[in-house]
Protein backbone atom coordinates (compact mmCIF):
# COMPACT_ATOMS: atom_id res chain seq x y z
CA UNK A 1 0.00 0.00 0.00
CA UNK A 2 1.52 3.17 -1.12
CA UNK A 3 1.59 6.20 1.52
CA UNK A 4 -0.86 8.85 0.67
CA UNK A 5 -0.58 12.50 1.82
CA UNK A 6 -4.07 13.72 3.48
CA UNK A 7 -6.58 14.73 0.50
CA UNK A 8 -5.42 12.87 -2.08
CA UNK A 9 -7.23 9.99 -3.33
CA UNK A 10 -6.31 6.96 -1.69
CA UNK A 11 -6.86 4.69 -4.96
CA UNK A 12 -7.33 6.64 -8.00
CA UNK A 13 -7.01 3.01 -10.03
CA UNK A 14 -10.66 2.72 -8.26
CA UNK A 15 -12.41 5.37 -9.09
CA UNK A 16 -15.50 4.91 -11.31
CA UNK A 17 -18.05 7.71 -12.45
CA UNK A 18 -21.43 7.51 -10.06
CA UNK A 19 -24.37 6.57 -12.34
CA UNK A 20 -27.86 7.76 -10.63
CA UNK A 21 -30.26 6.43 -13.55
CA UNK A 22 -31.73 3.70 -11.21
CA UNK A 23 -32.14 6.25 -8.39
CA UNK A 24 -34.80 8.83 -10.22
CA UNK A 25 -38.08 9.19 -7.66
CA UNK A 26 -40.96 10.44 -8.18
CA UNK A 27 -42.12 12.46 -5.08
CA UNK A 28 -44.71 14.36 -3.99
CA UNK A 29 -43.57 17.55 -2.07
CA UNK A 30 -44.71 19.78 0.65
CA UNK A 31 -47.48 21.95 -1.60
CA UNK A 32 -48.88 19.27 -3.44
CA UNK A 33 -46.50 19.31 -6.68
CA UNK A 34 -45.18 15.66 -8.39
CA UNK A 35 -41.30 16.59 -8.30
CA UNK A 36 -38.65 14.13 -9.96
CA UNK A 37 -35.74 13.84 -7.87
CA UNK A 38 -32.15 11.89 -8.08
CA UNK A 39 -29.30 11.83 -5.62
CA UNK A 40 -26.36 14.32 -6.41
CA UNK A 41 -23.15 14.26 -5.47
CA UNK A 42 -21.08 17.60 -3.84
CA UNK A 43 -16.97 17.62 -4.70
CA UNK A 44 -15.42 18.52 -1.36
CA UNK A 45 -16.84 19.38 1.92
CA UNK A 46 -15.16 20.73 4.73
CA UNK A 47 -16.61 20.69 8.51
CA UNK A 48 -15.29 22.36 11.60
CA UNK A 49 -17.16 21.52 15.05
CA UNK A 50 -20.86 21.78 14.35
CA UNK A 51 -19.73 25.24 13.60
CA UNK A 52 -18.75 25.65 9.78
CA UNK A 53 -19.19 24.02 6.91
CA UNK A 54 -17.52 24.55 3.20
CA UNK A 55 -19.28 22.95 0.72
CA UNK A 56 -17.25 22.75 -3.17
CA UNK A 57 -18.66 21.84 -6.02
CA UNK A 58 -16.03 22.02 -9.17
CA UNK A 59 -17.20 22.56 -12.78
CA UNK A 60 -14.83 22.67 -15.77
CA UNK A 61 -13.90 25.73 -17.58
CA UNK A 62 -16.78 27.96 -15.97
CA UNK A 63 -19.58 25.80 -16.28
CA UNK A 64 -22.71 26.36 -14.51
CA UNK A 65 -24.09 24.41 -11.64
CA UNK A 66 -27.11 22.55 -12.14
CA UNK A 67 -30.51 23.97 -11.48
CA UNK A 68 -30.84 21.34 -8.78
CA UNK A 69 -27.29 21.40 -7.31
CA UNK A 70 -27.58 25.37 -6.75
CA UNK A 71 -31.08 24.77 -4.98
CA UNK A 72 -29.54 21.88 -3.26
CA UNK A 73 -26.60 23.83 -2.01
CA UNK A 74 -28.98 26.79 -0.72
CA UNK A 75 -31.45 24.88 1.38
CA UNK A 76 -28.51 22.80 2.91
CA UNK A 77 -26.79 26.43 3.60
CA UNK A 78 -29.93 27.92 5.07
CA UNK A 79 -30.90 24.90 7.07
CA UNK A 80 -27.34 24.38 8.58
CA UNK A 81 -27.39 27.83 9.51
CA UNK A 82 -30.74 28.43 10.92
CA UNK A 83 -29.84 25.04 13.01
CA UNK A 84 -26.82 25.15 14.83
CA UNK A 85 -23.93 26.49 11.96
CA UNK A 86 -22.84 30.03 12.20
CA UNK A 87 -21.93 29.57 8.77
CA UNK A 88 -22.42 27.73 5.94
CA UNK A 89 -20.64 28.24 2.15
CA UNK A 90 -20.86 26.64 -0.88
CA UNK A 91 -18.17 27.37 -3.50
CA UNK A 92 -18.81 26.78 -7.31
CA UNK A 93 -14.96 26.80 -8.57
CA UNK A 94 -14.33 26.50 -11.71
CA UNK A 95 -11.12 23.86 -13.07
CA UNK A 96 -8.99 24.04 -16.17
CA UNK A 97 -7.18 20.98 -15.96
CA UNK A 98 -8.24 19.35 -19.29
CA UNK A 99 -7.07 15.87 -19.65
CA UNK A 100 -5.53 15.73 -16.00
CA UNK A 101 -5.76 12.64 -14.16
CA UNK A 102 -6.74 14.50 -11.49
CA UNK A 103 -8.01 17.97 -11.09
CA UNK A 104 -5.37 20.26 -8.24
CA UNK A 105 -8.66 21.67 -6.35
CA UNK A 106 -6.44 23.94 -4.56
CA UNK A 107 -6.00 25.53 -7.83
CA UNK A 108 -9.81 25.81 -9.14
CA UNK A 109 -11.19 29.39 -9.16
CA UNK A 110 -14.17 30.33 -7.37
CA UNK A 111 -16.60 31.39 -9.88
CA UNK A 112 -19.94 32.16 -7.47
CA UNK A 113 -20.30 31.62 -3.35
CA UNK A 114 -23.90 30.74 -1.39
CA UNK A 115 -23.50 31.96 2.08
CA UNK A 116 -26.19 30.35 4.19
CA UNK A 117 -28.64 32.49 5.85
CA UNK A 118 -28.05 35.43 3.13
CA UNK A 119 -30.84 34.03 0.73
CA UNK A 120 -28.36 34.89 -2.54
CA UNK A 121 -25.50 33.83 -4.35
CA UNK A 122 -22.92 36.33 -4.19
CA UNK A 123 -19.63 37.11 -5.70
CA UNK A 124 -17.53 37.74 -2.59
CA UNK A 125 -14.68 35.24 -3.04
CA UNK A 126 -15.01 36.03 -7.18
CA UNK A 127 -11.79 35.26 -8.62
CA UNK A 128 -9.99 33.64 -5.26
CA UNK A 129 -8.36 29.92 -5.23
CA UNK A 130 -10.23 27.44 -3.72
CA UNK A 131 -7.30 27.66 -1.37
CA UNK A 132 -7.44 31.00 -1.04
CA UNK A 133 -11.59 31.22 -0.52
CA UNK A 134 -11.12 28.61 2.11
CA UNK A 135 -8.04 30.28 4.15
CA UNK A 136 -10.33 33.33 4.01
CA UNK A 137 -13.39 31.82 5.24
CA UNK A 138 -11.46 29.72 8.12
CA UNK A 139 -9.86 33.24 9.34
CA UNK A 140 -13.20 34.98 8.95
CA UNK A 141 -14.81 32.26 11.32
CA UNK A 142 -11.72 32.53 13.79
CA UNK A 143 -10.05 29.28 12.53
CA UNK A 144 -6.44 30.07 12.04
CA UNK A 145 -4.83 28.42 9.75
CA UNK A 146 -0.89 27.02 10.82
CA UNK A 147 2.14 26.52 8.82
CA UNK A 148 4.13 23.47 9.37
CA UNK A 149 6.55 24.77 11.42
CA UNK A 150 4.09 26.52 13.74
CA UNK A 151 2.54 22.64 14.06
CA UNK A 152 5.57 21.41 14.65
CA UNK A 153 6.32 24.15 17.40
CA UNK A 154 2.88 23.86 18.88
CA UNK A 155 3.57 19.85 19.05
CA UNK A 156 7.10 20.34 21.27
CA UNK A 157 5.34 23.40 24.00
CA UNK A 158 2.42 20.93 24.27
CA UNK A 159 5.55 17.89 24.87
CA UNK A 160 7.46 19.68 27.35
CA UNK A 161 4.62 20.91 29.07
CA UNK A 162 3.90 17.06 29.42
CA UNK A 163 7.33 16.36 30.31
CA UNK A 164 6.87 18.81 33.11
CA UNK A 165 3.66 17.71 34.34
CA UNK A 166 4.83 14.25 34.42
CA UNK A 167 8.22 15.11 36.33
CA UNK A 168 6.18 16.96 38.83
CA UNK A 169 4.05 13.61 39.69
CA UNK A 170 7.44 11.67 40.01
CA UNK A 171 8.24 14.26 42.00
CA UNK A 172 5.66 13.47 45.01
CA UNK A 173 5.88 9.80 44.77
Same mark, same amino acid.
Given at each position: ?? &?????? %???? !?????????????? *????????? !???????????????? %??? /??? /???? &??????????? /??????? #?????? $????????????????????? =???? $??????? #?? =???????? %?????????????????? %?????????????? =?????? $? =?????? *?
Amino acid at each position: MR &DVKKGE %LRNP !EQQQPTNYSGMVYN *VLNQNGTIV !EITPTDIDGLLEMEGR %LAI /FKE /FKYN &DSPLEVAQSIS /FKNICDG #LVEGTY $LEAVALHIGHYDGEAEQIDCA =KGIV $LNTYIGG #LN =KWSNKYNG %LTADEAVQRILRESNYNT %LTDKEVIELKIERQ =KARLIE $L =KKMLDN *V
